[in-house]
């Protein structure tokens, strides 16, 4: 399948569905912070994968919960406030949004129940949400969303924090059925700042188990090896609705595929705005006993302080890269082991290359390497680097 | 025990131990780089730990295997260089320093071999020491050392990388027998850039078995309770000496008091000279199922890039300190849990508390605590924060 990825269209781009994205008031700003996307059928199967924080914010509890049917006819997400560690009243909130969102599409002609309305959230954890402004913004963004048949990119711009552009793609497979996405944040399992939500769509007809399987399978591989400071949001979220309205079925391995290059698309544009990012990093550990084991030693890689720092400063400082290599759970021999940037060796049979110092890593990405020699295990995991600008945007964030 | 800890001595504050530091050129800056502390005796027994890293420098790989004797004679080491990754020659250099400095302190008329001689590197990783200014700034040292009783901060400042100030620290028992000890760097276990390294000598009698037990009770409650950035040097070590010379035999309990206190305080002083500090963290998890619970969970915070940049910024972000804690690998109930800054409650059962946004987090010294409520595990983890400078200082380190 070599179908392109298209970075214009996100969640409408399948038949069957509708978006919009308002500004209720929620952000100080002003800025669009109320997005729904509606499966207009005629399925309404649905999967979703969660943070695995214990500390959940009310509307994971809640999405959670709903998504248990295999079912969902709305999605409704709001940014300027997280609505996480809010306690019995925060999860009210969330329960109301929902009413709401289902008594507003039931006026419009479109009978939901609050069951079938999913609610993400993000912003600053910890306050309460302006309910009154998310309310009046339910009515609102029901009624723009029924104006027109696509509202898809303002309901990408409507999740957005410190996300300087909204991130959405579709993907038309050439036996006509469609997946979109769209998504903001930057990462999953262990994401950056605030949340990472995606909400994906598709027309083709797939049963929730099916969805589930490709939804899992993908996020397995693409949002979970995705991590910017090995901080694990409360509020993740990734949803895919099917709306079967392309009248195709397609067979799970085609499913599994388009999925996949959808969140894998959107991954490399959350990596690529991530916060105070200058660098985009790719680390692939390989000769690992196990996939498992390469996973954990990039993902120890990618959270290591003083490797992220030295590539913000394009030094290929592989010295640092071994010591955090050397911290993994499992037997390793430093004497087997090969590190490289960019292609170029720079550690092998136990010593420095000659040259290792001089590689150029001023481009804005780089590829690190790291050969075990023990057996078959390989895992690439994305991150960014430890910049200025990271520390200058999060040493802010709640003032 | 109230005896004071007096900052102005050091590794020969007890009877029986002389030192030097010189400058033999290993540092282009031409700064002191390289350190000797001989212990005279009567005694000679020794203990130490080492980094856990997989990755060991050459300098480890051999103190390690000296220290299986359980006798100690010198200590010689550099800065400059960490001698780490650098193969078969590198230990060769380890050894042949090992070995001048044995001929050099037979000179002088203190026989010594080789396999009492233990050596400490710190500097840059990957690069082999210009063994011919070692070796001559071997020759150099023990004349040093010759000349006079006392050049404990000499050495101390000899063994620095980007430290700003020497550390070292002495007590006096009033039973007639000294604790002393000096150190670099900024952790153990999970130690901030490059090393970790101290020395302690004490006059007190006491066995191989003796020391190694209060080293080991001392380092796990001090060393490895300092987190600065998580990563873990290729070569952490703590090497503790006693020369007999008081010829006062402590109980175990009064010699593991005052080595704890002489670690504690050199833990502070790391601390508060780590990498672009400009906050000294005192992170304190209770309520725990146990202690290690307790630890693991403090460690987690201390090395959460999100709560450490928002204490950068004196913002007391609760949120980021729940977020963290979900994280832990035991079963938590967010309802339950209390997080304090400074003392003032900014969460409790279940929701922010009033005013917890306006806690006065602008002073250098910053106490975060999280009560579980599950249990009686406590521990107390130091770190710093995630600052410009820290970036800065990391980001050109090799270059």
């Given at each position: 399948m070599t179908a392109p990825l298209i970075r214009t269209q996100g969640v409408t781009a399948p038949a069957g569905f509708r978006a919009a994205g308002i500004a209720a008031g929620i952000k100080a700003s002003g800025a669009l912070d109320l997005a729904l996307v509606l499966n207009e059928g005629p399925d309404h199967t649905a999967a979703g994968v969660f943070t695995r924080n214990q500390v959940q914010a009310a509307p994971v509890l809640w999405s959670r919960q709903v998504l248990t049917t295999g079912r969902l006819r709305a999605v409704v997400l709001n940014s300027g406030g997280a609505n996480a560690c809010t306690g019995p009243l925060g999860f009210q909130d969330t329960h109301a949004t929902a009413e709401a969102v289902a008594a507003a599409l039931s006026d419009w002609g479109s009978e939901t129940g609050a069951i079938e309305v999913a609610v993400c959230s993000t912003g600053l954890i910890g306050d309460r949400l302006p309910m009154d402004r998310v309310l009046g913004g339910v009515t609102e963004v029901v009624q723009e969303m029924a104006g027109g048949l696509s509202g898809g990119e303002e309901a990408a711009r409507a999740i957005m924090t410190t996300d300087t552009v909204p991130k959405q793609v579709a993907l038309h497979h050439p036996d006509n059925w469609t997946v979109g996405g769209m998504a903001k944040g930057a990462g999953?399992?262990?994401?950056?700042?605030?949340?990472?939500?995606?909400?994906?769509?598709?027309?083709?007809?797939?049963?929730?188990?099916?969805?589930?399987?490709?939804?899992?399978?993908?996020?397995?591989?693409?949002?979970?090896?995705?991590?910017?400071?090995?901080?694990?949001s409360t509020n993740d979220t990734v949803l895919l609705l099917a709306s079967g309205a392309s009248e195709i079925t397609p067979t799970q391995e085609a499913l599994d595929e388009a999925v996949l290059r959808v969140c894998d698309d959107l991954c490399a544009q959350l990596q690529a705005d991530a916060e105070g990012v200058t660098k985009r990093i790719a680390i692939t550990v390989s000769g690992a006993p196990t996939e498992d084991d390469a996973l954990g030693a990039a993902r120890l890689l990618a959270r290591d302080s003083l490797v992220k720092t030295a590539l913000f400063g394009s030094d290929p400082n592989w010295g640092r890269v071994l010591a955090a290599v050397g911290m993994v759970p499992f037997t390793i021999d430093p004497n087997r082991i090969t590190v490289s940037f960019n292609g170029s060796p720079t550690f092998a049979n136990g010593a420095g290359a000659p040259g290792a110092r001089e590689v150029d890593l001023t481009g804005p990405d780089i590829e690190v390497s790291v050969d075990l020699g023990l057996g078959t295990g390989r895992a690439t995991v994305r991150t960014t680097d430890l910049s200025h600008a990271y520390v200058e945007e999060n040493s802010a964030y709640s003032s």
């Amino acid at each position: 399948m070599t179908a392109p990825l298209i970075r214009t269209q996100g969640v409408t781009a399948p038949a069957g569905f509708r978006a919009a994205g308002i500004a209720a008031g929620i952000k100080a700003s002003g800025a669009l912070d109320l997005a729904l996307v509606l499966n207009e059928g005629p399925d309404h199967t649905a999967a979703g994968v969660f943070t695995r924080n214990q500390v959940q914010a009310a509307p994971v509890l809640w999405s959670r919960q709903v998504l248990t049917t295999g079912r969902l006819r709305a999605v409704v997400l709001n940014s300027g406030g997280a609505n996480a560690c809010t306690g019995p009243l925060g999860f009210q909130d969330t329960h109301a949004t929902a009413e709401a969102v289902a008594a507003a599409l039931s006026d419009w002609g479109s009978e939901t129940g609050a069951i079938e309305v999913a609610v993400c959230s993000t912003g600053l954890i910890g306050d309460r949400l302006p309910m009154d402004r998310v309310l009046g913004g339910v009515t609102e963004v029901v009624q723009e969303m029924a104006g027109g048949l696509s509202g898809g990119e303002e309901a990408a711009r409507a999740i957005m924090t410190t996300d300087t552009v909204p991130k959405q793609v579709a993907l038309h497979h050439p036996d006509n059925w469609t997946v979109g996405g769209m998504a903001k944040g930057a990462g999953m399992m262990a994401p950056s700042l605030a949340t990472m939500l995606c909400v994906l769509t598709t027309d083709a007809v797939a049963s929730a188990e099916a969805l589930d399987t490709a939804l899992r399978r993908a996020a397995t591989r693409t949002f979970d090896r995705l991590d910017i400071d090995g901080s694990c949001s409360t509020n993740d979220t990734v949803l895919l609705l099917a709306s079967g309205a392309s009248e195709i079925t397609p067979t799970q391995e085609a499913l599994d595929e388009a999925v996949l290059r959808v969140c894998d698309d959107l991954c490399a544009q959350l990596q690529a705005d991530a916060e105070g990012v200058t660098k985009r990093i790719a680390i692939t550990v390989s000769g690992a006993p196990t996939e498992d084991d390469a996973l954990g030693a990039a993902r120890l890689l990618a959270r290591d302080s003083l490797v992220k720092t030295a590539l913000f400063g394009s030094d290929p400082n592989w010295g640092r890269v071994l010591a955090a290599v050397g911290m993994v759970p499992f037997t390793i021999d430093p004497n087997r082991i090969t590190v490289s940037f960019n292609g170029s060796p720079t550690f092998a049979n136990g010593a420095g290359a000659p040259g290792a110092r001089e590689v150029d890593l001023t481009g804005p990405d780089i590829e690190v390497s790291v050969d075990l020699g023990l057996g078959t295990g390989r895992a690439t995991v994305r991150t960014t680097d430890l910049s200025h600008a990271y520390v200058e945007e999060n040493s802010a964030y709640s003032s």
